[in-house]
């Protein structure tokens, strides 16, 4: 049986598919979203136009027991909270992955989950809340593993799920890549755009390449090699942003090819009055820079912005505001 813990958008959506395709999937989390599948079922879509549907999710708020694998989906603020939860409930060599953004959630399951064989995972796409039971999948991408002989015996049900895993050699330098795009949901969010208008303008993309700047900086002297992603050298990331819009429009067209709607989880977050995952994302950046003496006051500064927006700030910056708020905070 494989387990969603903390089923919102990612859970749903990934759990979703893996109970279309056959597998058996009992999915924990919230009683409002509990309420909202028993009553609507569940229904995942994506940008290619799959519609597939699971009538009678099983779906609790309680942990549950007999696990073969664990997906983790909750925000990373709620993951040693989850952790300690789910503890008493799970076998020796439960499998675990964190489906999660950021760069320390795993370290965080497997000092609490010692019993537990923890893998890190990435998710390369977006996915939103679309309506009551309807979880979309708007941009591309994969469902990235650390690599482990103990992931064959599911590969199957993701292959079925159409989701394959991707099972990764060093998922650390994945994670490091993707930091690099997340930190985008800070500008995204405080755009209020959607994803694809928003990387459409450059002065946003300037925004975005002033933090990727910075994390590059953190990175080289924390010694973290972020992996290529789509062929491309990380290096190169701020100066393909940087490009004229026609330019970047032809160059990037793989970044853009998505859904028109999708969003961030973070402008989801903001939307929905939750706390968002920032700190984990710029402020990951930032501490690391403040750890290995790098400058960080862009990625600082974006933090503090979305905090004020979770407060009831600003929402709406054009990219030219936003991007002499950050020159004048670098
Ligand atoms: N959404 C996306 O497009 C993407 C998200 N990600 C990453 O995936 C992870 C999950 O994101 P997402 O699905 O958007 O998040 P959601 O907030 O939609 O889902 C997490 C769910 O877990 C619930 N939850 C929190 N704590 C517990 C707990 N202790 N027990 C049970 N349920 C709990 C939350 O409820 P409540 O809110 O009430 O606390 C929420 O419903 C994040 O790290 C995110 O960055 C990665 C790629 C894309
Ligand atoms: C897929 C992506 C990068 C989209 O912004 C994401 O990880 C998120 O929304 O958190």
Same mark, same amino acid.
């Given at each position: 049986m494989i387990c969603v813990y903390g089923a919102g958008s990612v859970g749903c959506y990934v759990g979703g598919r893996l109970a279309a395709g056959g597998a058996e999937v009992v999915f924990v989390g919230r009683e409002r979203i509990a309420a909202e599948v028993a009553t609507h079922g569940l229904t995942v879509t994506d940008l290619h136009g799959a519609e597939l549907r699971v009538e009678s999710p099983r779906y609790g708020t309680a942990p549950v027991a007999g696990a073969d694998l664990v997906l983790l989906t909750v925000k990373s603020a709620a993951t040693a909270e989850a952790a300690d939860a789910l503890a008493p409930h799970l076998e020796a060599g439960t499998v675990v992955v964190s489906l999660q953004n950021g760069l320390r959630n795993a370290a965080v399951l497997r000092e609490r989950l010692p019993q537990a064989r923890v893998l890190a995972g990435t998710v390369g796409f977006n996915v939103v809340h679309?309506?009551?039971?309807?979880?979309?999948?708007?941009?591309?991408?994969?469902?990235?593993?650390?690599?482990?002989?103990?992931?064959?015996?599911?590969?199957?049900?993701?292959?079925?799920?159409?989701?394959?895993? &991707?099972?990764? $050699?060093?998922? *650390?330098? %994945?994670? !490091? +890549?993707?930091?690099?795009?997340n930190l985008n949901n800070a500008v995204n969010a405080l755009s209020g755009l959607p994803l694809k208008t928003e990387l459409s303008q450059r002065d946003y993309r300037r925004c975005l390449a002033l933090a990727q700047r910075e994390a590059l900086a953190a990175y080289r002297a924390a010694g973290v090699r972020p992996a290529k992603s789509a062929g491309l050298d990380p290096r190169l990331l701020p100066v393909l942003l940087g490009l004229p819009d026609a330019l970047f429009t032809r160059a990037a067209a793989k970044m853009l090819a998505m859904d028109p709607h999708a969003r961030s989880s973070t402008w989801e977050d903001l939307e929905a009055g939750r706390p968002t995952e920032v700190d984990y994302l710029n402020g990951e950046i930032a501490a690391l820079a403040a750890e290995?003496?790098?400058?960080?006051? &862009?990625?600082? $500064?974006?933090? *503090?912005? %979305?905090? !004020? +927006?979770?407060?009831?700030?600003?929402?709406?910056?054009?990219?030219?505001?936003?991007?002499?708020?950050?020159?004048?905070?670098?």
């Open positions: 679309a309506g009551p039971g309807r979880f979309h999948q708007g941009t591309a991408g994969d469902l990235g593993v650390e690599d482990h002989a103990a992931l064959d015996a599911f590969a199957p049900d993701f292959a079925r799920a159409g989701l394959p895993l &991707v099972r990764e $050699r060093d998922l *650390a330098g %994945v994670q !490091a +890549a993707k930091l690099l795009l290995h003496g790098t400058a960080a006051p &862009v990625n600082r $500064r974006l933090t *503090a912005l %979305v905090h !004020a +927006a979770e407060r009831g700030g600003r929402r709406d910056w054009t990219g030219a505001a936003l991007l002499a708020e950050l020159r004048r905070a670098a």
